[in-house]
């Protein structure tokens, strides 16, 4: 069981991690950080399996994953 | 006569068009114009924003300490921006994303749904020109008119149909301007 | 549970000021994760070019120096003949050190300067608003290429690790990518190799990275990453182009 | 004639076209890169040539090639490309050759920042690089001077086979006003009999820029100087406003010209007899507009936007016989109306009007 | 202390090695090359590093990373070679780097001549790059100032963070005279607690010269004119000879600076009150050693060896009370004393002295 | 009885300035001979650099333009842009174009201009004195490496043709020596064959011709001679690099 | 039979032409010209074939060879 | 008491070299002194001069227009130079190559068949020693002696029989010298 953490002021709503999770574990969110942009989150944990492989394409350092 | 107008938004909302518009349809209508961008590293996926004067003198001084109205399309815009509007001025606010709080009284808010509006007529970047219909009658130098053939230069000749699309917000916008 | 992935030591809180979905971001990532493991943040002073990578003085961890444009290299070799025991990389533009640079970067290798450089290839001058580079591909379109690089009138792109490859003064010089999982940990395994290299004073190391720049290509940042696998990938030989016999040792 | 509304780097780079400019050799550097921009776009189609070189010193020698065959050449940068020019343009000005340039100053020094700036002004006037030779330099203070001057640049850079300087800020490049685009001035100018394009039918010729001997050198020194002074007599350029009658005189060129008018106009309202001249040539320094003013005027206030350069050119054109003031910005910020306003009763302590 | 006989180019580079100089960047040019080929020679046994750069480009950013290590440094050239190191000069300066530059002036423009000259005078003391900065300027007039000004010159580098220039000529540079090699004088320096060494046991630093806005601009070139204005009240340097009781003064710097003393000792000779005043900081220029005269002295002639350049800097400095006149040599030609003597009682009509 | 052997038309009666033995005479020979064989002294532009053959413009019959240092590929660019339909070369030492000239070196060749480069070849600045080149051979002795180049400090000789021969836009790249009568007879194939790759629009032709410097050297003419023969023909790749397919037609 | 002629002002002595010719037809001469340089002469041209070896090796086209 | 002095001939006949050791002489007797190479383009394979002021007081203007004295080591260098030397003044001449036509009459030329001399002492380039010590009883500040020491200095410490030669050719000159 894994965790994908994001940091909501870091997120600039690329969507690279999202093209690249294996499992559809994020999306895009609907609430908006300082800077404006409506940043991702997690729709179903559950699904991630701390691959790592959002947090590798994340060019923002905006997610964290713990397992 | 003079008008000293602010605009600004995120880059990508069309901020600088609709300057650009405004100070066509002043050139169309034989005023002075000019169109003074910001631009700078900050540009770097920041905000975007700029500034327009249409006036019937020669336009010497073409720094803008406080202007007379105003458009912000996003909320660091309408935190930046709104001090910088003249008392009795006119500030149009993109409410669709941005929470304007009545920080002042002494000057006129116009708050317009614009995104809802731009996305009902089917073009979600189409929130710039409702605002821009919605500051239209707190102008001197420029109307309907003139921003009718601004458009038609600058988008018409190019893309008809887009033409009407861009009018029609402007329109739209026009529904909720002081009179 | 712990953390499989988090923020290196290498890089500062302050979060990045590139445009969204810039590969920047990801490049900056692994040299902060190698200064982080070779435990060298405290040894190491970066030289920072003119360029969208201009303000990246104050991301990194360690001493940073802020160049002229184009000059990185020739800043970097006055600190390591001054410091010659210390660490010292310059991170650069394909427009930096493949335009203004060039000569700089080939005497660098010539005189097998004992620093690291990382290129970052875009293919464009990102900063200045998208204008042709010597990397620009054939056919691209930029602002100074309107109709597509023409390469009858401005040459094919630059392929500068491999004219830097051919020359005795570099002892490692890697083509890398950041636009894949696969790709970016291949990257990170050439930078710290190139890092690697220049403790052991073995010569100038040199590793160029493809990155995207949404902003100046007008594309999406998920369709640039596709943009660079279909137009960049194919052109730019990748790899590592050098590895010099004591290099092959590490 | 009907108007267009483009930025002042635009109305520059479509200026030189209609000047049959056919080559143009540059690098990138904000806040001058529209003038390449639109060149790349329009250039070709006017059957002109534009190349980006590897960086500002390849530009630079390029256009010395390209001027050596008679063609005419322009390239565009700013503060900190421009630095890397010098060595080219003091060639360029010792071969005599006709090139353009544009440097739309932007602050420094250093990387600084892009903001408008007049920091350049000894760089641009005094001759930022070695040896004794000037540039001719215009400074323009709107987007149509700004294609006006370009076109007079290129005749004046043919008629004295010397390089042409238009020295521009960040702000004036990146406004956009309606330019109305104007023809080329009819011009006669000296035939180019020392081109080198080939000696077909001819002796060959050479165009290079040193001396074997001391005696050649002073002797070179001498002719460039002879030059130089003719076009300080001739080209001496200046905008005066409201000066006849004024007790006090406002300075600025380019951007700053353009407020302290705004200015002017304030003042004269409120009875203040407040004028203006706005220097168009800053080499040669329009000294002659001063002559006139020297037993009239009480105080003058130069306008700057750097930390005052310029304001040593106005002391001695007026003799030091007139206290001459500095009210300057930097960095990129430019002065308000009022602010200056303000400067201006202050120094000279004049009563300041009751408001509206 | 005994003496030895070397090219003054050759005392410069050996007061760097006794300054503490650790690291030389630089690229050959007449007539400063001795100085490089000095310490090609004697920089690796006093344990420093001597490296040849690609181009005068490369040397001075070269040194512009070594000076960010805190490490002493000096690159040198001379005009053409100068003019290519303008955008790395104005980099220096906006990071406060202490840099020793070494200008071997020769005669410009363009390629030129390898003889004497001061046409760079402008460029070095009006800041031949972009933006408001300055570079100390000292100005030596014989071997030994060579070597004394060299080691003076890395200390006010140090003293201020800021880059400083000899600007010499050609006929300084080539000229043996003996030189005594005094030790490097005692002076306590600011600690140098911003340098870029690796932070080990401190934050992290960084050294650059932007400005994100054009407020932080306008603040940094704010407070570097603070800077600039101590150093104008500290560091005013110039030699007087014969000026309190002169009713007429030459002003010369450097070679023409000897010169001209030669020629007041001649004057006096035959009772004419002619003194000198001979710059030695270029920048500041020393407008102090003219106060005290501006009452007494009828007139002025600057001794130059341009087309007149430092005669302005007179004229401001005299605030115009004093006419001051030029004699000049270009292109690498040296003035005689009898020239001078001519020209100076020619100008001012003193009855010419009988032979002898 | 006729001449079989005299002043080519393509220079001018002017005596060379150039030291006794100094073959960069001999390389003007190569030079004149081949305008003149072309028959284009009336369509082509000669550019010199800052060197010792910097007053070479007088010596040959076409129009001369005298480039400020390292600059001349530059200014050869400039006046080719201008005049498609001229013939333009340059002729620099190595100083000249492989340490200060060096980007336009890379970049002429990246873009593939229609020029002509002769590069002469004598492992040390002469003009100035003798300094050490690029070029300067390991340990060779010069004033700014007195104690011989120490490669670990300033790396080895830079060999640019090799280099140049990497790169797509040079079309043809040949690297011949002034030593001997059959080595100046290649020397001239070569030079004559970049004129002619210019003629036809081929792309960026290069010819780098080893030379002597007796002066700087140090040695007779003669000794000069040989000294090149043992030292640099070894060290410096020799032959035709680069004959791309259409050259080969020729 | 084959000739050599000197152009003696533009001969600088470098010894170039001795060193090459198989037949040793040149030498330093006892006469300086303008320059000071004491410049090539034949001394038995009829041992001259004419092959223009030492034309090709003269930096200065001090030689010029009939046949 | 001051001497100018003006060195000329080719390069390689160690013109710059007598010029050092004149110089070295006054220097170690405590005058002033200084030495004034012409360097430039025509150096390639050109002719080599220069000047040296030796003065018990101190030298500000070192720009030498006429000479007291001078020595001309070959052909071109005595047609450049003679016209230098102050009336009066005393021209050294190398007569082995230079024909020296009695051009002025205004002052003493001292032909010395330097470069036989050389050879008989068995090295051809002294003859620049040779005319030095031509040259040395018509110097105010500087003798044999002072010479003795400069050449001990510059050349002695490394080669001190090369440092005889020198000083032999030095004495064989002065046998020429006007007494
Ligand atoms: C001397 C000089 N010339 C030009 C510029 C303008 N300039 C700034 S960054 C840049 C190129 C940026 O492109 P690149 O190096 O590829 O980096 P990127 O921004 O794409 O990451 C240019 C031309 C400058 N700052 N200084
Ligand atoms: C900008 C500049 N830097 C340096 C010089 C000095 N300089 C003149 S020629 C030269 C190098 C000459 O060497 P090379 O190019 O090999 O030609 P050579 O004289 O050996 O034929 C140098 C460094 C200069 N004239 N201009
Ligand atoms: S760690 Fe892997 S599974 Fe989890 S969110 Fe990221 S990519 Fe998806
Ligand atoms: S990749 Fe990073 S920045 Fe981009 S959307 Fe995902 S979390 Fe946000
Ligand atoms: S402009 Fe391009 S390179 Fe620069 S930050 Fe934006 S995306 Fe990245
Ligand atoms: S210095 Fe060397 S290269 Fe120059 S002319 Fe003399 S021998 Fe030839």
Same mark, same amino acid.
């Not at chain 4, 340039?101 to 920042?113: E, I, Q, T, Y």
């Not at chain 4, 005696?215 to 003719?230: L, R």
């Given at each position: 069981?894994?965790?994908?953490?994001?940091?909501?002021?870091?997120?600039?709503?690329?969507?690279?991690?999202?093209?690249?999770?294996?499992?559809?574990?994020?999306?895009?969110?609907?609430?908006?950080?300082?800077?404006?942009?409506?940043?991702?989150?997690?729709?179903?944990?559950?699904?991630?399996?701390?691959?790592?492989?959002?947090?590798?394409?994340?060019?923002?350092?905006?997610?964290?994953?713990?397992? | 006569?003079?008008?000293?107008?602010?605009?600004?938004?995120?880059?990508?909302?069309?901020?600088?068009?609709?300057?650009?518009?405004?100070?066509?349809?002043?050139?169309?209508?034989?005023?002075?114009?000019?169109?003074?961008?910001?631009?700078?590293?900050?540009?770097?996926?920041?905000?975007?924003?700029?500034?327009?004067?249409?006036?019937?003198?020669?336009?010497?001084?073409?720094?803008?300490?406080?202007?007379?109205?105003?458009?912000?399309?996003?909320?660091?815009?309408?935190?930046?921006?709104?001090?910088?509007?003249?008392?009795?001025?006119?500030?149009?606010?993109?409410?669709?994303?941005?929470?304007?709080?009545?920080?002042?009284?002494?000057?006129?808010?116009?708050?317009?749904?614009?995104?809802?509006?731009?996305?009902?007529?089917?073009?979600?970047?189409?929130?710039?020109?409702?605002?821009?219909?919605?500051?239209?009658?707190?102008?001197?130098?420029?109307?309907?008119?003139?921003?009718?053939?601004?458009?038609?230069?600058?988008?018409?000749?190019?893309?008809?149909?887009?033409?009407?699309?861009?009018?029609?917000? #402007?329109?739209?916008?026009? /529904?909720?301007?002081?009179? | 549970?712990?953390?499989?992935?988090?923020?290196?030591?290498?890089?500062?809180?302050?979060?990045?000021?590139?445009?969204?979905?810039?590969?920047?971001?990801?490049?900056?990532?692994?040299?902060?994760?190698?200064?982080?493991?070779?435990?060298?943040?405290?040894?190491?002073?970066?030289?920072?070019?003119?360029?969208?990578?201009?303000?990246?003085?104050?991301?990194?961890?360690?001493?940073?120096?802020?160049?002229?444009?184009?000059?990185?290299?020739?800043?970097?070799?006055?600190?390591?003949?001054?410091?010659?025991?210390?660490? #010292?990389?310059?991170?650069?533009?394909?427009?930096?050190?493949?335009?203004?640079?060039?000569?700089?970067?080939?005497?660098?290798?010539?005189?097998?300067?004992?620093?690291?450089?990382?290129?970052?290839?875009?293919?464009?001058?990102?900063?200045?608003?998208?204008?042709?580079?010597?990397?620009?591909?054939?056919?691209?379109?930029?602002?100074?290429?309107?109709?597509?690089?023409?390469?009858?009138?401005?040459?094919?792109?630059?392929?500068?690790?491999?004219?830097?490859?051919?020359?005795?003064?570099?002892?490692?010089?890697?083509?890398?990518?950041?636009?894949?999982?696969?790709?970016?940990?291949?990257?990170?395994?050439?930078?710290?190799?190139?890092?690697?290299?220049?403790?052991?004073?073995?010569?100038?190391?040199?590793?160029?990275?493809?990155?995207?720049?949404?902003?100046?290509?007008?594309?999406?940042?998920?369709?640039?990453?596709?943009?660079?696998?279909?137009?960049?990938?194919?052109?730019?030989?990748?790899? /590592?182009?050098?590895?010099?016999?004591? #290099? /092959?040792?590490? | 004639?009907?108007?267009?509304?483009?930025? *002042?780097?635009?109305?520059?780079?479509?200026?030189?076209?209609?000047?049959?400019?056919?080559?143009?050799?540059?690098?990138?550097?904000?806040?001058?890169?529209?003038?390449?921009?639109?060149?790349? $776009?329009?250039?070709?189609?006017?059957?002109?040539?534009?190349?980006?070189?590897?960086?500002?010193?390849?530009?630079?020698?390029?256009?010395?090639?390209?001027?050596?065959? *008679?063609?005419? #050449?322009?390239?565009?940068?700013?503060?900190?490309?421009?630095?890397? $020019?010098?060595?080219?343009?003091?060639?360029?000005?010792?071969?005599?050759?006709?090139?353009?340039?544009?440097?739309?100053?932007?602050?420094?020094?250093?990387?600084?920042?892009?903001?408008?700036?007049?920091?350049?002004?000894?760089?641009?006037?005094?001759?930022?690089?070695?040896?004794?030779?000037?540039?001719?330099?215009?400074?323009?203070?709107?987007?149509?001077?700004?294609?006006?001057?370009?076109?007079?640049?290129?005749?004046?850079?043919?008629?004295?086979?010397?390089?042409?300087?238009?020295?521009?800020?960040?702000?004036?490049?990146?406004?956009?006003?309606?330019?109305?685009?104007?023809?080329?001035?009819?011009?006669?100018?000296?035939?180019?009999?020392?081109?080198?394009?080939?000696?077909?039918?001819?002796?060959?010729?050479?165009?290079?820029?040193?001396?074997?001997?001391?005696?050649?050198?002073?002797?070179?020194?001498?002719?460039?100087?002879?030059?130089?002074?003719?076009?300080?007599?001739?080209?001496?350029?200046?905008?005066?406003?409201?000066?006849?009658?004024?007790?006090?005189?406002?300075? *600025?060129? *380019?951007?700053?010209?353009?407020?302290?008018?705004?200015?002017?106009?304030?003042?004269?309202?409120?009875?203040? $007899?407040?004028?203006?001249?706005?220097?168009?040539?800053?080499?040669?320094?329009?000294?002659?507009?001063?002559?006139?003013?020297?037993?009239?005027? $009480?105080?003058?206030?130069?306008?700057?936007?750097?930390?005052?350069?310029?304001?040593?050119?106005?002391?001695?054109?007026?003799?030091?016989?007139?206290?001459?003031?500095?009210?300057?910005?930097?960095?990129?910020?430019?002065?308000?109306?009022?602010?200056?306003?303000?400067?201006?009763?202050?120094?000279?302590?004049?009563?300041?009007?009751?408001?509206?």
């Amino acid at each position: 069981m894994a965790k994908v953490t994001v940091f909501h002021e870091y997120c600039k709503s690329c969507g690279l991690c999202i093209a690249i999770c294996p499992n559809k574990v994020l999306e895009i969110g609907d609430k908006a950080n300082q800077k404006g942009y409506y940043t991702v989150r997690t729709n179903d944990e559950s699904k991630c399996t701390g691959c790592s492989l959002c947090g590798i394409m994340c060019p923002d350092l905006a997610l964290e994953i713990s397992k | 006569m003079i008008d000293k107008i602010l605009l600004a938004g995120f880059g990508g909302q069309g901020v600088m068009f609709i300057g650009k518009v405004m100070a066509y349809a002043g050139m169309l209508s034989d005023s002075q114009v000019c169109w003074i961008p910001s631009y700078g590293p900050e540009m770097r996926g920041g905000t975007a924003n700029c500034s327009v004067i249409i006036s019937d003198e020669e336009i010497n001084s073409p720094v803008i300490d406080t202007a007379d109205v105003g458009i912000v399309l996003n909320q660091p815009s309408y935190e930046k921006f709104i001090t910088l509007i003249k008392p009795g001025g006119v500030l149009v606010v993109n409410s669709s994303i941005v929470e304007a709080a009545a920080s002042r009284t002494d000057i006129t808010i116009i708050r317009v749904p614009a995104s809802e509006i731009a996305n009902d007529l089917g073009k979600a970047n189409l929130a710039n020109m409702v605002c821009l219909g919605a500051l239209l009658s707190s102008l001197n130098l420029i109307n309907n008119i003139s921003i009718k053939k601004a458009v038609e230069t600058i988008v018409g000749s190019k893309k008809p149909e887009l033409c009407q699309l861009n009018l029609a917000a #402007v329109n739209k916008g026009i /529904e909720y301007s002081v009179c | 549970m712990q953390k499989v992935f988090t923020r290196p030591k290498g890089l500062t809180e302050l979060p990045f000021h590139y445009c969204p979905g810039c590969t920047h971001g990801i490049i900056h990532r692994l040299i902060g994760e190698v200064l982080d493991e070779l435990n060298i943040i405290e040894d190491t002073i970066g030289v920072a070019p003119v360029g969208c990578a201009g303000f990246s003085l104050d991301f990194f961890s360690c001493d940073f120096v802020g160049a002229a444009h184009g000059r990185a290299q020739a800043v970097a070799t006055g600190i390591k003949r001054a410091l010659p025991d210390k660490l #010292v990389f310059t991170y650069q533009g394909d427009g930096d050190i493949s335009a203004i640079g060039t000569s700089h970067a080939i005497h660098v290798a010539a005189r097998s300067e004992k620093i690291t450089s990382i290129m970052v290839n875009n293919a464009v001058f990102g900063m200045t608003g998208g204008q042709m580079a010597p990397t620009t591909l054939s056919g691209q379109v930029t602002t100074t290429s309107p109709y597509g690089r023409d390469s009858a009138a401005f040459g094919n792109p630059i392929d500068l690790p491999k004219i830097i490859a051919t020359m005795d003064g570099a002892a490692y010089v890697a083509a890398v990518s950041a636009d894949s999982p696969k790709n970016i940990i291949a990257a990170k395994k050439a930078i710290k190799k190139a890092f690697q290299v220049q403790q052991l004073g073995l010569g100038f190391a040199f590793v160029s990275v493809l990155s995207t720049c949404p902003t100046n290509w007008g594309l999406s940042p998920v369709e640039s990453i596709k943009w660079l696998q279909q137009n960049m990938l194919p052109i730019y030989q990748m790899g /590592e182009l050098k590895v010099n016999k004591e #290099v /092959e040792a590490i | 004639m009907d108007k267009v509304l483009i930025k *002042g780097n635009e109305a520059i780079a479509e200026a030189a076209i209609r000047s049959g400019c056919k080559l143009f050799f540059g690098y990138p550097i904000t806040p001058s890169t529209e003038i390449m921009e639109y060149l790349s $776009k329009n250039m070709p189609k006017a059957g002109g040539t534009i190349l980006q070189g590897e960086d500002e010193v390849a530009s630079i020698n390029m256009c010395y090639g390209a001027a050596a065959t *008679g063609a005419r #050449v322009m390239t565009a940068s700013s503060s900190p490309g421009f630095s890397l $020019k010098q060595e080219g343009l003091s060639y360029i000005a010792a071969a005599e050759l006709p090139v353009v340039v544009v440097n739309v100053n932007r602050s420094g020094p250093g990387l600084g920042g892009l903001g408008p700036a007049q920091s350049d002004y000894f760089q641009c006037t005094k001759g930022g690089g070695h040896g004794d030779y000037r540039l001719i330099v215009l400074a323009p203070s709107k987007g149509q001077e700004m294609y006006d001057f370009t076109m007079q640049a290129f005749d004046l850079a043919d008629k004295y086979r010397n390089p042409v300087l238009i020295l521009a800020d960040g702000f004036l490049g990146q406004m956009m006003e309606p330019i109305e685009l104007k023809e080329r001035p009819a011009v006669n100018l000296p035939a180019k009999d020392w081109v080198t394009n080939g000696c077909r039918g001819r002796n060959k010729r050479k165009i290079a820029s040193y001396a074997l001997t001391n005696e050649i050198g002073e002797a070179n020194c001498m002719y460039w100087q002879t030059k130089y002074k003719q076009i300080k007599e001739e080209e001496q350029r200046w905008e005066s406003y409201q000066a006849d009658d004024a007790e006090y005189l406002l300075v *600025g060129y *380019g951007t700053c010209g353009r407020i302290a008018k705004s200015v002017v106009i304030n003042a004269r309202k409120h009875g203040i $007899k407040l004028g203006l001249i706005r220097p168009i040539s800053l080499w040669p320094f329009p000294e002659n507009a001063f002559k006139r003013h020297i037993s009239t005027v $009480k105080g003058i206030v130069a306008i700057e936007l750097n930390a005052g350069q310029m304001v040593e050119d106005i002391r001695l054109a007026v003799n030091c016989k007139i206290p001459v003031e500095l009210y300057n910005r930097q960095g990129g910020m430019l002065p308000t109306e009022t602010e200056i306003f303000q400067y201006v009763s202050q120094v000279f302590n004049l009563k300041l009007p009751e408001e509206g």
